[in-house]
């Protein structure tokens, strides 16, 4: 009995695109892959444009299924994708080309290797040399920050092996981090390095601020350290300014020198506070935004309508 590997793409206004890679999909594995059976899953965030109309028209070709969100959800679509996607292993990768196709095979040879999960890890990118290196200032900041090991310049495309899918759908997290997940609860994981390629077609989706929810959702899943470091601040911040009281009792008072301050140091300090306190309430609130969210229970998407499921 063949194997079966499916493929979760996540997409959001990717019209151009979408033809494409299910015909290099498919072309991939009639030739190099044709041992395997190939299901082909697309989770779509609410695009406003053409892109689920195409959808439809692969699906109706078959060998292609899809998920359609009733609204956006630009943080767990994706993850919630691998979720649903099935098979005896799950490969995520963009509809953007921005990951090449040829990686595929790699990620299978790997899995059948003895591989539960393979991370796709880029080594470089012909995109914007500038992002690459603030992404680079990021991993240096996340790996000082995280409590275990991470991998830098993984997104989260790879293949997952169906076990190590079981065990995210057991833990049933409506935050989810998958970095933080394979990372604390993976099993015999693999790298594979690609270089980043340019966009396709389209422009990316993921704005500044995007970015930098991206990057405070996976620090505040992953640290332990900022609670602890704003303690330690405190303490540092009160024991420098008793020092100084001290200093500014003995010079003024005790010693009689004529010493005056001023107001000046007194409005640095009290900026200066402020400043440190609102920078760590603002983290400590992105901590308990999270525990809000699992009491809860929010869902990771909601569906608006499924295709191509009742035909495999």
């Given at each position: 009995?063949?194997k079966?590997?499916s ?17 290099r ?8 892959l ?12 609410n695009?406003?444009?053409s892109?689920?109309?195409i ?5 109706a ?6 998920i ?9 679509s994706?993850y919630y994708?691998?979720?649903n996607?099935g098979g ?9 080309f ?11 040879k790997?899995?059948e290797g ?5 991370c796709a ?14 992404r ?5 900041l ?5 409590n ?5 310049n993984?997104t989260?495309?790879?293949?997952y ?8 759908r057991e ?39 995007s970015?930098i ?14 609670p602890r ?5 405190g303490?540092?911040?009160s024991?420098?300014s008793f ?13 009689r020198t ?7 140091p007194?409005l640095?300090?009290i ?7 609102m920078i ?14 699992r ?11 499924r ?6």
């Amino acid at each position: 009995m063949m194997k079966k590997i499916s493929i979760c793409i996540p997409c959001y206004n990717e019209e151009n695109n979408i033809h494409l890679m299910v015909e290099r999909l498919k072309e991939l594995f009639r030739n190099e892959l044709s041992s395997y059976d190939c299901s082909i899953l697309f989770i779509d965030n609410n695009s406003t444009d053409s892109t689920r109309d195409i959808i439809r028209e692969e699906v109706a070709r078959g060998g292609v299924k899809a998920i359609f969100n009733a609204r956006n959800f630009p943080m767990t679509s994706g993850y919630y994708g691998l979720l649903n996607a099935g098979g005896d292993c799950t490969i995520s990768i963009p509809a953007d080309f921005q990951i090449p196709i040829d990686i595929v095979p790699k990620l299978v040879k790997e899995w059948e290797g003895g591989a539960a999960i393979v991370c796709a890890v880029k080594e470089g990118t012909k995109s914007s040399r500038l992002m690459w290196g603030i992404r680079q200032r990021f991993y240096h900041l996340y790996e000082n920050l995280a409590n275990g090991e991470i991998i830098s310049n993984y997104t989260g495309a790879g293949l997952y092996d169906k076990k190590f899918l079981d065990v995210l759908r057991e833990m049933d997290d409506p935050v989810p981090n998958l970095l933080a997940m394979v990372m604390s609860h993976g099993w015999n994981i693999k790298k594979v390095y690609y270089k980043e390629e340019k966009r396709r077609a389209g422009k990316t989706k993921n704005n500044l601020l995007s970015l930098i929810s991206i990057a405070v959702l996976r620090i505040t899943n992953t640290s332990i350290i900022i609670p602890r470091l704003t303690m330690i601040i405190g303490v540092m911040i009160s024991l420098i300014s008793f020092a100084g009281a001290i200093v500014y009792i003995i010079l003024s008072l005790v010693l009689r020198t004529g010493f005056i301050a001023g107001i000046i140091p007194i409005l640095c300090s009290i900026f200066f506070m402020g400043s440190i306190l609102m920078i760590f309430l603002g983290l400590i609130g992105e901590y308990i935004i999270k525990i809000n969210t699992r009491v809860t229970r929010a869902p990771l998407v909601i569906e608006d309508e499924r295709v191509g499921f009742d035909k495999e």
